[in-house]
């Protein structure tokens, strides 16, 4: 009997949490509804971060994704809502979110929203060439 | 009853004010007249903002480059004149416009105009790997 | 001083009559208004013919796209009529029109309409691997 | 008020029914369930027809798309039964429906059917170099 | 507990049979042994086919490509022998099987097979512009 | 001393008279001048040929098409020429010269021409899966 | 001790004869001298054949298409002499070769050569949709 | 009468002195002569700039191109001239030129040079995620 | 007779100890089986790193990734697993591991995972424009 | 009578030492002996660098890539090498050597060197939107 669509996001233990890594996972499948018209919204998110003493679990990610199927939502408000939930379940070192909204009358509507945990610091980048 | 094209750019106010996040619209139908042989210009418009108090409303953003359909203007007046009318509604902590026009004699021109608000600093950048 | 839009389509005389050779031109900025809401249209045309005694010349073919700019028309009727229009002004062996519209709605619509001269038939095409 | 989902697919009258020609109309924003799990399964479809009589009305299409949200059914008979609909909408002379289903326990399924009216003959192609 | 690899290929009852439509499966995670070396080699296979009675079951296929995991095989009898297998599970109108191996030495090979039940005739194709 | 251009083309003997098989040269770097206006005009060239005794040689080839650089044409009537210099230089079995010039005045062309020799008949193409 | 170039082309027995399969190579790392410089040239050979008896066993081919490296010829000799000389080994049903050579002066030379055993004919193919 | 081939870049004034804003021009249509052969060269440039009192007009910018069509110079030094050039019309605050030289002897070339007005300094760039 | 698969990673002396240098390695090929279902997993791995004294050679790291065949663990853990075990072996001045899984249940994950030799800095990078 | 291949680079002054611009030259026909097995290697090199007194002259550079189709080397003795050489004939303020082999064992292997003249400082990057 297959799970129903949830808010509820299960977290694993950080099997590393001596390092800074990084975890980027892209879910193209997500769909709510426009909250003036009620018709579908479609977006494509991007959840990129560096866990704490939490990773997120995917089985529960995708049945959280898929609750916001009959839920209504401005894509501003919607993409800061979904990294607010992310982080509260998580607690990371830092998290970016990312929601890349079908085209509505020609134009198309990205969102991108990050959070870093008080008193983190990102590691100096080594860019390689 | 549509709307008609309108210079008016309407908001709706932040619904994260506290968190300086990113809004990219891209509006790949832009059109306007050229001031010297009053044919029609083409352009893609990209706008990137870290909202302040206010967002701009996608409707009337579409009414608003609509009102350019009959307006003449040389490439870099119209992009810096688009940046300051979007700046002027919606006061925004960075705003960055670009304007990618169609190619014209052989030659391609692309015109990016930056609008950042006294005092404010952009966050240190997280470059994830 | 500049022409005006117009609807009048010129021609040269074909310079090689004797052969069925192919003439494509693609059209990326073409745009009309919606019939049912007067807002803006976008699309691509794409012309291929094969020329019987006269070729459409292309300044005047760019002041007749030009002229469609505060025109109305659906996406179907409007092919079909600008196809006509090509056809009444060169009567070519073989013409093809591709109107490849912009996404509305969430919705991406081609039309593509083709005239034959009575009589004539396509040479077999050489396959080359 | 917005339009709800409907099973009802509108016409208009073709606008040059003594042409063969074809009208090519992309929908990426198809979702329905699956039947075995209950959870959301995402396609593109892509509908190819030559009209007889009708040509679909788009935004009767996009609310028809929209009432298989809450459905269920295998990609297979799904494909056929949304042709099914259609051909009995308008009664095109050719209609090929191509759904292109979302990536499911590492497996890419894609169903194409056609329907073809009795008698009517695929005009011979001009194939372009 | 999930499902063990196995060679049984199961099936479904085809929705349409009184339509020559296509099902066209794409499989990137194919991996089987190299008979001379015993070191692993990776394909990603396509099957595309007109059912007669019976649709291949895709959770079936899944657990049947996983059975290859630790069999050897050269190219050209591999892609024989799966087609062979699906060919038995299904008696398809028609099955087309392509296996696209991964490069070695510097060399890439690809292998396609057919099949065509006796007395089958494809149907005319409908090339639409 | 570096050789001059020239409108001489020059050949070889076919190595394999008895094969229709196929020689395929593109030529990104063509220029002219537009002969309404003077200015430059640019094009690529692609060459597809079958030879029968005689193959053109790629050194003169060179020169031939850096011998347009200062001549005037029509898109129209320069394909058809460099089309009939290169039939009369190698009477081909077959020959087509695709002609894609640069963009103008927002408008794209592409101009096709084949000859075929008299009496020669194209083998009938294996299309392979 | 690896093995040295060698013209030798190894076989081994086609596992399916009863069947018209397709097998497809790509060698991009064929590599000869041009007869006029001594310098090198390089080109991506295709090999796409249909066998009889016989398959081209592949490491050896890879010693053989080695062994062009300090071997001079044009293009379109030495295209026709590689199929002549897999023609020899493997006798197949059908073979195409194709030879992609890199860009000398400005200008990119293709050449594509076929063998048809006698009496061999290609099965109708099949055009799926 | 079309304007002929010229040295002389024509320049208007900057509509936002203001602001450090970019304009970026690419130009597909450079070509000159090699000065060691004589042969024809092709290259495309890129030109991106913040202007300080001037901005280059775009039709003269085309002529200046033009200019050189006769005129021979090695990659690096041609560069720095036009770039030289640009920067004695202008004296923009920042300016970059990139030359990309069509490929000869199997060897690309791109040169990219930069002119800083002294005392100038870039604004801090604002990454946006 | 081949090697078999190990988890011994070998090395050799790397050439160039007196300068940071980049080995970038990407491994296309990588396989495991899932923890939870036993079902196989399959992600693109590449590996960039600095030396100090050793390198990695490169067929024992064929045979080390193909070590894992038969073994299960989650993305997170195996990540940081086998960064730990290329570390381990070459003692790097930098070394970072990026996996990229395939999808699962409509997710795509890539889990990024770096080492920095206590008391190295990365050189300041030389951006070229 | 062509010339030979050489380790000999010949190089030509700087035509602008006052400036730090750079020269990106891009090799695509590298090839050499691999030193285990004595088969051919294929590599692109990428050379980019900022002249001080000296360029490097690309027929001498081409005819010194080519000195090494009989020579065999490891990947990384191979791309250090080949920087020491370049850097010894021309001295300059900066230069990068990418070596992007091609796969071998299912594995891709790219290798990057720098070297930095004593003292040089590499200009602050202006990073244009
Ligand atoms: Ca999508
Ligand atoms: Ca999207
Ligand atoms: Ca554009
Ligand atoms: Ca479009
Ligand atoms: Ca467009
Ligand atoms: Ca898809
Ligand atoms: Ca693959
Ligand atoms: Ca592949
Ligand atoms: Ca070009
Ligand atoms: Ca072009
Ligand atoms: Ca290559
Ligand atoms: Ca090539
Ligand atoms: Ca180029
Ligand atoms: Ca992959
Ligand atoms: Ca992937
Ligand atoms: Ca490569």
């Keep these: 009997m297959p799970s129903p669509p949830t808010k509820n996001l299960e ?3 950080n099997p590393e949490p001596g390092r800074d890594y990084v ?4 879910v193209p499948e997500f769909t709510c509804l ?17 866990p704490e003493a939490k990773c997120v ?24 809502r979904i990294l607010g939930d992310l982080v509260a379940a998580t607690a990371p070192r830092f998290m970016r979110l990312t929601a890349d909204f079908n085209v509505r009358g020609g134009i198309y ?17 080594v860019q390689l060439p």
């Design 11 to 13: 977290t694993f233990d």
């Design 57 to 80: 679990e995917l089985k529960s990610l995708k049945l959280y994704v898929w609750s916001f199927r009959d839920e209504g939502g401005f894509h501003e408000a919607m993409t800061n």
């Design 23 to 26: 975890i980027r996972i892209r």
């Design 109 to 125: 509507t990205k969102v991108i929203a990050e959070h870093r945990a008080p008193g983190w610091q990102a590691p100096p980048p």
């Design 34 to 50: 426009c909250p003036k018209t009620g018709q579908p919204d479609f977006a494509e998110l991007t959840i990129e971060y560096i």
